[in-house]
């Protein structure tokens, strides 16, 4: 069955770096997002995006945050000077059209120090 | 704005009792909502949709119904078993494509 993949599985950095996550949507899917979870916190939507641009942004995806989908295959989040406060758990998901089901990938635990 | 909420936070029952799940949200104009399973550590499993237009939707031994005018829904699990033991986080979708989450309900189930 086809499904969301996700790299990393886990990043530690330091404060001030730049990371990105990758993600790998199911293939025939047009709708992407990301969403975090702080821990022991809601699950929060952070961005969608479909054909090749931002669809909503959250409060939080300020100018630190942005989303690229470089190739046919590959969604991905880089947040460019990492915050302490953006220790989280990264989900991505996709679907085939808006108003279906979500599929949501394993997620990227990142731990900025 | 929307806000999702989901009661109990956390329920422990024994194995093959029938249990339900609560949500409820404030603005009823919603698309559709969805319900999910998280185990610890873990990404986030589909589980269920609801139309807005439906009152319930059925997989195995989880049923899910829908009542948009008093912004609630609840998930029952027939026959729980110690494998169903996880977090339950409901999600409704509005007129955009971003879903909302509620702080979802851990169910332990002891054998």
């Known amino acids: 069955e086809p499904e969301v993949t996700q790299t990393p599985s886990h990043q530690v950095t330091q404060m001030g770096q730049e990371v990105i996550l990758r993600c790998v949507p199911i293939?025939?899917?047009?709708?992407f997002y990301w969403y975090r979870q702080i821990l022991g916190q809601k699950v929060e939507f952070l961005v969608s995006f479909y054909n090749n641009e931002i669809s909503e942004k959250s409060e939080i995806f300020d100018d630190q945050f942005s989303v690229e989908r470089p190739d046919g295959s590959n969604f991905t989040l880089k947040i460019r000077s990492t915050k302490l406060e953006d220790s989280a758990m990264y989900f991505c998901?996709?679907?085939?059209?808006?108003?279906?089901?979500?599929?949501f990938g394993p997620g990227t635990r990142l731990l900025v120090l | 704005k929307q806000e999702v909420t989901q009661i109990p936070a956390a329920l422990s029952v024994p194995e093959g009792e029938n249990l339900v799940l609560n949500c409820s949200f404030t603005d009823s104009a919603i698309y559709n909502l969805q319900w999910f399973r998280q185990d610890p550590g873990k990404g986030l499993t589909s589980l269920l949709l609801?139309?807005?237009?439906?009152r319930e939707q059925t997989s195995g031994r989880l049923n899910a119904s829908l009542d948009k005018s008093s912004g609630r829904s609840t998930l029952y699990i027939a026959a729980s078993q110690p494998g169903d033991s996880a977090t339950y986080l409901c999600a409704v979708k509005g007129n955009t494509g971003k879903l909302i989450f509620g702080q979802g309900t851990t169910l332990q189930v002891k054998p």
């Open positions: 998901a996709s679907n085939e059209f808006e108003g279906e089901t979500q599929y």
């Open positions: 609801i139309q807005s237009s439906q």
């Open positions: 293939s025939n899917h047009l709708y």
